[in-house]
Structures are given as structure tokens and as C-alpha cells.
């Protein structure tokens, strides 16, 4: 994947993205509302030897200086300090607690040594640095005193005492605030990118025309859906034009039927001035006749039974400039009827009446009506909601399609028309 590949699927799924980044920053807060809070405080000492006037002594004092810095990283930090600390203080806890707390460092080839503590406030932090330091001086001063009577042969000086610390040092507020976004907005882009990976459905036109032939894309309920039927209608037209070819079959590949779209397109077929019929022959009860007028007319299953002609069962649908038969008083056994020697004369008398008769069949998910009208016509027109259809739906509908003789099919794509849950989460439902 390139780089537009990636901002599509953030665009595409943004709502992914913008819970996980939601998340990660609820957790950040939260985070900085139960961990404790540290205070630090710091104090720098200078550690020099006794030693003669002269330069020569001056720089060996200062190599000793040195050497010794090394020993007394250790002894700063050592039980019998932490101890007295501790006893001065009135401190809860053992050295080894206290030694988790007190951190001591030294610059390479210098005679400093920085002694930091952390306590939970700042005046405590400044007290245990000060202490921390006070006791390592006069442990210092026992050790390097030869005679009682002497001067300790080195002197531990404080430089820098410990500074009321004017804020917490933990828990870094922005740090950890960022973190949590970034964090966030990994978790985000990395569930954008699994679900596109799982996800199975078909969002364009290109991505349907890898599928099948599509002869083009509906805006259904829209501005520009006329404009869209014509294009339509154009290509149907022009597939058509010197042959025999009248019946086309109209079958959804989701489950859901697409009643609106079957009327949209005769009516576009009769606005070029060709004499359409249109046909319900939904058994799921989701077709097109829910969008005919009321009528006290035979529909198709009272012709198919009753044997009547095709002249005593068509209607006309003037206001949309077609001819139509309702579906009528469907039951368990429409299916059969369909599949009946009388539904193919019914047919042929049909063909011979109008320029174009189109049969609105359920999905072919939904029921077997598309695998039992498919053969019997001359083309079929698949319907795909482009967001909702999904790969797996087309290639099962068109080979089932293929196994019953039907002609491949031509697809219609539909345009998304999924609300604003649908845009934020991006198509979470499958």
C-alpha cells in the first residue's frame, strides 16, 4: 500500500481512528489521576583532599579528589547513611526503601558528586536531600579522620543545597498526555487497517468492475439520479440495439431488495419513448408493487393461476408513463408458479407488447426466484449497494447465476447511502 492507499483508509474509516485517539487520551487522564505524585530536590557537593601549597600537591590533592569520588558514589547511598537518615527524620520504612529513592552521580573526571532525592512533597524532598547529604559529610569525616585529633584527610563541601522544588517531577503531565495520543492514534490507524483488511465490501465502481460489468452508478433519492438512470439507460440501449433482446431480469446481490431503483429505470426506459412494462415478481413482498398505485386488478400470480391473458393483467402507471403488474396475492407456492410452462407463454405474449419488460425478482440471497426467472430472460441486471454489497455476495450470486444458464450479468451499482453512525464508525458492521 502507498501513501494515498493509507489516507484513503483513514478518511474511510476516521471514525476508528478518532475512538482510538479518544481512548488513549481518556487513558492518559486517567493515568495522571491515580499515580502518586513525586516531588525531586537536588544538592551538588565538592570533594577535595588535604593537601600541601604547592602546584604539585594541588594536582595530586585533586587526582585523589577523583579516586575518591568513585568510593563515595557507593557510600552516599550506603545502609549506615540511610539509616541516620532515616533515624533524623523520623522516617517510615527501611534503608532499602529509602535507597530507591536517593540516586547519586558524579561528571566524569570531576571531584562533584549530585545527591537527588524523590519524596512525595516538596518541602519533604529538600529536607531528605539536605539530610541525605549532612549525613554522608559527617560519615565522611569520620572515615578520612586518622587521629582524633587531626583534620580528616578529605573534605566533602557543600556547593549547592537542595531548592523547594516549585513543581512535581512525576507524573509529567504532557509527556504523558502525548504518549497517550500517540498511542491512541496508533491503536487507531492499526484497527483502520485490520478492518479494511477483513472488511469484504465493495465501496467503488473500479472495485465492482474487477467483479463484474457495471453499467454504471445510481444516486438513488438524489439530485442527480435522473442524470445517473440515463447513463443507465444509455448503455442498456445501446447492448441492445439490433437484437431480440426485451426481458431483462432485476435481482439484488445483497439481501435487500432495490424496488426503487426497478421503477427508476422503466421510467427512464419510457422517457426515451420505448413502451415498458414492469413486473413484481418479488415472493419476499419487498418489490416493486409497494410503489404502484392501488388497484383492484388481477396481479401476477392471479394470472399465472387463473390462466388469464396478458392484455386482462397489465396496468398502466401513467403518472410514471409505464405499464406494470403487481405481484397480487403471493403465497407459499408463488415460486412454483415461476417456474411454470404458463409463466413462459406469459412471457412470450409480453414480449410481443412492449419494447422492454423488466421483472423485479427478490435478492438471490433471498430466495431462489432470480435462479428460476434468470434463464427464461435475456439479460441480467444485478443491483450492488456500493458500502453494503460485499465481494463474497457478488461472486456467489453471479456463479449461482452461471449454474442455472442465466446470462452474466450487467450490475447497477447503487451510491452509499449510509447516515452519520454508518460514517463514524466507518463500517464496523460486516
Given at each position: 500500500?502507498?501513501?494515498?492507499?493509507?489516507?484513503?483508509v483513514v478518511r474511510r474509516?476516521?471514525?476508528?481512528?478518532?475512538?482510538?485517539?479518544?481512548?488513549?487520551l481518556l487513558g492518559s487522564i486517567g493515568y495522571l489521576q491515580t499515580a502518586p505524585v513525586t516531588y525531586t530536590a537536588s544538592s551538588s557537593v565538592y570533594v577535595s583532599m588535604a593537601t600541601g601549597t604547592s602546584v604539585n600537591d594541588s594536582y595530586q590533592g585533586g587526582l585523589a579528589a577523583q579516586q575518591r569520588v568513585r568510593s563515595y558514589l557507593e557510600l552516599a547511598?550506603?545502609?549506615?547513611?540511610?539509616?541516620?537518615?532515616?533515624?533524623?527524620?523520623?522516617?517510615?520504612?527501611?534503608a532499602e526503601e529509602l535507597r530507591q529513592r536517593v540516586t547519586v552521580a558524579s561528571p566524569p573526571a570531576t571531584a562533584m558528586l549530585r545527591v537527588?532525592?524523590?519524596a512525595p512533597s516538596a518541602a519533604g524532598a529538600r529536607n531528605l536531600a539536605d539530610e541525605v547529604v549532612a549525613q554522608f559529610r559527617a560519615l565522611v569525616d569520620e572515615l578520612e579522620t586518622i587521629e582524633s585529633?587531626?583534620?580528616?584527610?578529605?573534605?566533602?563541601?557543600?556547593?549547592?543545597?537542595?531548592?523547594?522544588?516549585?513543581?512535581?517531577?512525576?507524573?509529567?503531565?504532557?509527556?504523558?498526555v502525548m504518549i497517550g495520543i500517540l498511542a491512541g492514534l496508533l491503536l487507531g490507524g492499526g484497527g483502520a487497517l485490520?478492518?479494511?483488511?477483513?472488511?469484504?465490501?465493495?465501496?467503488?465502481?473500479?472495485?465492482?468492475?474487477e467483479l463484474v460489468p457495471v453499467l454504471g452508478t445510481v444516486a438513488l433519492d438524489g439530485p442527480g439520479t435522473e442524470a445517473d438512470l440515463r447513463q443507465v439507460r444509455a448503455r442498456l440501449v445501446k447492448d441492445v440495439a439490433g437484437s431480440r433482446v426485451k426481458t431483462a431480469m432485476l435481482t439484488s446481490f445483497s439481501k435487500n431488495s432495490e424496488p426503487a431503483l426497478a421503477v427508476g429505470l422503466a421510467r427512464s426506459l419510457a422517457d426515451a419513448g420505448r413502451h415498458v412494462l414492469l413486473i413484481d415478481a418479488d415472493t419476499t413482498r419487498k418489490g416493486s408493487t409497494g410503489l404502484m398505485p392501488e388497484n383492484n386488478g388481477a396481479g401476477l400470480v392471479d394470472m399465472l393461476r387463473g390462466g388469464r391473458s396478458a392484455a386482462e393483467g397489465v396496468l398502466s402507471w401513467s403518472d410514471r408513463g409505464i405499464w406494470v403488474i403487481?405481484?397480487?396475492?403471493?403465497?407459499?407456492?408463488m415460486s412454483d408458479l415461476l417456474a411454470s410452462e404458463q409463466f413462459d407463454k406469459l412471457l412470450a405474449e409480453l414480449e410481443n407488447m412492449f419494447d422492454d419488460v423488466l421483472i423485479d425478482v427478490a435478492p438471490v440471497l433471498a430466495a431462489a426466484d432470480a435462479l428460476t426467472v434468470g434463464p427464461r430472460c435475456g439479460r441480467t441486471i444485478g443491483i450492488a449497494e456500493l458500502g453494503h454489497t460485499t465481494s463474497g455476495e457478488v461472486?456467489?450470486?453471479?456463479?449461482?447465476?452461471?449454474?442455472?444458464?442465466?446470462?452474466?450479468?450487467?450490475?447497477?451499482?447503487?451510491?452509499?447511502?449510509g447516515g452519520w453512525a454508518e460514517r463514524l464508525t466507518g463500517g464496523l458492521r460486516r
Amino acid at each position: 500500500m502507498g501513501l494515498v492507499d493509507y489516507v484513503r483508509v483513514v478518511r474511510r474509516r476516521w471514525g476508528v481512528v478518532v475512538v482510538a485517539l479518544l481512548l488513549g487520551l481518556l487513558g492518559s487522564i486517567g493515568y495522571l489521576q491515580t499515580a502518586p505524585v513525586t516531588y525531586t530536590a537536588s544538592s551538588s557537593v565538592y570533594v577535595s583532599m588535604a593537601t600541601g601549597t604547592s602546584v604539585n600537591d594541588s594536582y595530586q590533592g585533586g587526582l585523589a579528589a577523583q579516586q575518591r569520588v568513585r568510593s563515595y558514589l557507593e557510600l552516599a547511598t550506603s545502609t549506615k547513611v540511610l539509616d541516620r537518615v532515616i533515624g533524623q527524620l523520623g522516617l517510615r520504612g527501611s534503608a532499602e526503601e529509602l535507597r530507591q529513592r536517593v540516586t547519586v552521580a558524579s561528571p566524569p573526571a570531576t571531584a562533584m558528586l549530585r545527591v537527588t532525592v524523590t519524596a512525595p512533597s516538596a518541602a519533604g524532598a529538600r529536607n531528605l536531600a539536605d539530610e541525605v547529604v549532612a549525613q554522608f559529610r559527617a560519615l565522611v569525616d569520620e572515615l578520612e579522620t586518622i587521629e582524633s585529633t587531626a583534620a580528616p584527610a578529605a573534605r566533602v563541601a557543600v556547593v549547592d543545597r537542595a531548592e523547594l522544588p516549585g513543581a512535581p517531577s512525576s507524573p509529567q503531565s504532557s509527556r504523558i498526555v502525548m504518549i497517550g495520543i500517540l498511542a491512541g492514534l496508533l491503536l487507531g490507524g492499526g484497527g483502520a487497517l485490520l478492518l479494511e483488511r477483513l472488511d469484504r465490501r465493495v465501496r467503488s465502481q473500479p472495485e465492482l468492475a474487477e467483479l463484474v460489468p457495471v453499467l454504471g452508478t445510481v444516486a438513488l433519492d438524489g439530485p442527480g439520479t435522473e442524470a445517473d438512470l440515463r447513463q443507465v439507460r444509455a448503455r442498456l440501449v445501446k447492448d441492445v440495439a439490433g437484437s431480440r433482446v426485451k426481458t431483462a431480469m432485476l435481482t439484488s446481490f445483497s439481501k435487500n431488495s432495490e424496488p426503487a431503483l426497478a421503477v427508476g429505470l422503466a421510467r427512464s426506459l419510457a422517457d426515451a419513448g420505448r413502451h415498458v412494462l414492469l413486473i413484481d415478481a418479488d415472493t419476499t413482498r419487498k418489490g416493486s408493487t409497494g410503489l404502484m398505485p392501488e388497484n383492484n386488478g388481477a396481479g401476477l400470480v392471479d394470472m399465472l393461476r387463473g390462466g388469464r391473458s396478458a392484455a386482462e393483467g397489465v396496468l398502466s402507471w401513467s403518472d410514471r408513463g409505464i405499464w406494470v403488474i403487481p405481484l397480487g396475492a403471493a403465497d407459499h407456492g408463488m415460486s412454483d408458479l415461476l417456474a411454470s410452462e404458463q409463466f413462459d407463454k406469459l412471457l412470450a405474449e409480453l414480449e410481443n407488447m412492449f419494447d422492454d419488460v423488466l421483472i423485479d425478482v427478490a435478492p438471490v440471497l433471498a430466495a431462489a426466484d432470480a435462479l428460476t426467472v434468470g434463464p427464461r430472460c435475456g439479460r441480467t441486471i444485478g443491483i450492488a449497494e456500493l458500502g453494503h454489497t460485499t465481494s463474497g455476495e457478488v461472486n456467489g450470486a453471479v456463479a449461482a447465476l452461471a449454474t442455472v444458464g442465466a446470462s452474466r450479468p450487467q450490475t447497477i451499482a447503487i451510491a452509499a447511502r449510509g447516515g452519520w453512525a454508518e460514517r463514524l464508525t466507518g463500517g464496523l458492521r460486516r
